[in-house]
């Protein structure tokens, strides 16, 4: 546990702090480190499956927790191989401030040439922001590694309020004009969520005060193991104001908004992390404090709560993936979706739905890194994110292109890919507890999602390019580079594992999961 926390931070300032020289070992330095998180995360599941895990009385790992480490470990193996291929194709401010446009692009607003200000030399250039990249890359994914691990709800806080301080970066790492507001849209908007939340953890102390005296300091275990004497009203604005506070950071409908323009803006492996990882690490603190109200309140109010969120945000992004022109915008929207159906299948509350809401934060994790690395190859590949403008992927990149397609797929619960199970069983469990109209409405808006990403994939895919026109011809058939594909492959292969048949220890860990969760019922 300790080294898990430890090893990516420590990549992190290694990245940052190498001298120009050794630049190149970062992308070494950030692999082997997600690589070996990934692995730790593993080792930790069997011990996770059959009993909580403590070191230090500050880090805990339960089975709920666990879940989220391996989709957030995942993730980050998968991100920093992609991300050696992409830092290699992917053109640094300076030279897109000096060069002419792309074939057939204008530039971006804020990208214009500056001849009033002197080309910084090339290898300079590069190296700062090869450092800065992969040195944000390994200290996000350190945070969003922390925040399950944290035993209290105010640890847990801070660790989510450090994904915000680093990620907002990350987001503005390009220098442009639209990556700056967009970053300080996000700053904005979360910083008032998390300001929300912090009002909730001071109200979740005063009602574990009561109980436990003074000195209490938040840890999430007593807090549960005395549940049932808190007060209630503390509680219960406990938890709204923690659905409304950490809802901003997951994207749930109104408090959203800043997350299609962060992830439009972001590098794609950072958009892949926060899509797939951050979204899923603030949802995990939602989980926490719905613990605390379903034990105290009884599972009747946080479920409402839960379920008009859910469909509210299930419903907004099911209508705008239509007519989305940025891919990357689209794929931000179709993340508002499946954070929506995460919200509902928690609010459904019988077993077979808790499992699924604990296999679809993998299966996501999985399809929506997936589709983004896709979207990275395809603007790497057309030199635009604009989705009128690719034509014929599937012909010019024969592997990055089924790939993408098998991604989409999976986000649209085709079978037989995790998805698919997680929201079978999503749904079977609102029709075994009675919310049969909420299951309903479930099924039509995800079939609805289904159309507006399926219909923006086959123009991409499917579509001849139009080989009559010069730009369109000077594109060569083939990958990028064989590190964009690799993670794709990858990705893949656990999103069929999670259909078909999850690992024996997995269905344990979900098993004691879905105990945690459903004992506060």
Partial sequence: MLIL??????????????????????PAVTVASGVACFALVLTLVPAAAHGDLNYL??????AVSAIFLLATGFLYAAVAIYSVGYVKHHNPTYKRRFAAPAWGDALPPGDTPDPGGPEPPEGVAVARYTRRFYAGLNLFAWSMLAAPMMSSLALLWIAVEVTTIISALLVAIEDTDGAAEAAWKYVLIASAGLGLALLGTVFAYYAGSVVLGQHYDLALQPLLAHAAQLPHTPVRLAFLLALLGYGTKVGLFPVHTWLPDAHSEAPTPVSALLSGSLLAVSFYAILRFY??????????????????????SLLLAALYVFGQQDIKRLLAYSSVEHMGILAIGVSFGAPIALAGVMLHVLAHAAAKGNAFMGAGV????YRTKQ?????????LLPWSGPLFLLAIFALSAMPPSGIFRSEFQIVAGGLASGNDAAAAVLVVLVTVAFFGLTTASTRILFTPAPRSLSAAAAIDRGEPSAWMVVPAVAGIAVLFILGLHPPGELTDLISRAVAQLGAAR
């Avoid at 420590?10 to 001298?19: D, R, T």
């Avoid at 009385?57 to 339960?62: A, C, G, K, P």
């Fill in 378 to 381: 395809l603007r790497v590949k």
């Fill in 57 to 62: 009385s500050y880090l805990r790992i339960d």
């Fill in 291 to 312: 613990q605390v109200a379903a034990a105290n309140l009884g599972s009747g109010f946080p479920r409402d709560a839960l379920l008009a969120f859910g469909v509210a």
């Fill in 387 to 395: 989705i009128a403008r690719m034509r014929g992927a599937l012909d």
């Fill in 5 to 26: 926390l430890v090893l990516p931070l420590a990549a992190g300032v290694a990245c940052a702090a190498a001298p120009r020289p050794l630049a190149r070992l970062a």
